[in-house]
């Protein structure tokens, strides 16, 4: 394949058919996941990323973010950012640098204040009344509650791979909690030599398994990026007694796609030879299987 782009979740839908179409004019991978990713931090209906995105313990909306470059390896990161439009964007910047590649709390603050990156306050009236009615029956919740990283992959057509994502993490969690999402090798890998792979899901346990770095290097051992995302499914659950839930997905340096989760999930592909669209993935006795929606309306998860 010249190009292709894989996405987490129905509310990456829109933000991937963009990608794609930058990809196809030529443009580079980077730019272009940027911008889908940036699509749906914008968007409040989707709580669990950037703009509307649920809050912590203390009613504060901070966010996580992670960019690799596959070319090169170099990586840019934020974790617990507070008050800024796109977490994604400051990350990607930070990848310029040959030190200080991942910024947390203050720091990131500091470093994208200075840089003159847009800020938002990104708590709306609609995620503030959720935690006002909820704060109080914390222990009710379960940790997946409004829990949605998105995750861009891509090729563009020189070759290049990146990945991408952004989320506002665990509902609920302790101030200063970052997940997996700005970590290289847990939340999001990439190598153009070989693949890339992200994950959504429980951060902790991402972060314990080293599951996007465990899955590429399955690739780089030969595997299909279909059998790399199950055998490190399967290995997680397998050493993780109480493993939550995990779903990853992943791209091979052809653009072929790979999908693994433990719970159900909807995710979103396509290419220069296959029309974007949205696939629904569920486990079923053990396995992942993953199956066209034709119609998108019909899916209520984000
Ligand atoms: N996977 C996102 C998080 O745990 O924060």
Redesign the pocket.
């Known amino acids: 394949m010249k190009w292709a782009a894989i996405s987490t979740w129905k509310m990456s839908f829109d933000g991937c058919k963009k990608t794609l179409e930058l990809l196809a004019e030529g443009r580079k991978c980077d730019e272009s996941l940027i911008e889908g990713v940036c699509m749906v931090e914008d968007e409040p209906s989707y709580t ?1 990323v950037g703009y509307g995105g649920l809050p912590d313990k203390d009613g504060r909306v901070t966010l ?1 973010g992670g960019f690799m470059d596959g070319d090169t390896l170099r990586f840019g990161a934020v974790g617990c950012i507070e008050g800024f439009r796109s977490p994604i964007r400051i990350a990607h910047s930070l990848m310029n640098y040959e030190f200080n590649n991942l910024l947390v709390g203050a720091g990131a603050e500091k470093y994208a204040e200075e840089k003159g990156f847009e800020k938002r306050d990104n708590l709306t009236e609609k995620s503030y009344q959720k935690y006002l009615s909820e704060k109080d029956k914390i222990e009710t919740l379960t940790s997946y509650d409004g ?3 998105v995750c861009f992959l891509g090729k563009d057509v020189s070759g290049t791979i990146c990945a991408a ?1 952004s ?4 509902y609920m ?1 302790a101030h200063g ?5 700005p970590i290289p090798g847990a ?1 999001y890998y990439a190598d153009s030599e070989i693949g890339s792979a992200a ?6 346990d ?2 314990k398994t080293n599951a996007t770095f465990r899955l590429v290097n399955k690739m780089a051992q030969g595997l299909s990026v279909q059998k790399a995302a199950d055998e490190t499914l399967n290995e997680i659950m397998k050493r993780l007694a109480d493993c939550r839930s995990i779903s990853l997905i992943a791209l091979d340096k052809d653009g072929n796609y790979g999908v693994a989760t433990n719970c159900d999930f909807p995710f979103v592909y396509g290419s220069d030879e296959c029309e974007v669209s949205l696939y629904m993935a569920r486990f079923v006795n053990g396995k992942t299987v993953i199956k066209k929606v034709d119609d998108i309306s019909e899916v209520t998860l984000d």
Do not use: A, M, Q
């Open positions: 669990s996580d829990h949605d990283t994502v989320t506002s993490g665990l969690k909690r970052i997940g997996d999402s939340g994950s959504t899901g429980v951060g902790e991402v972060i």
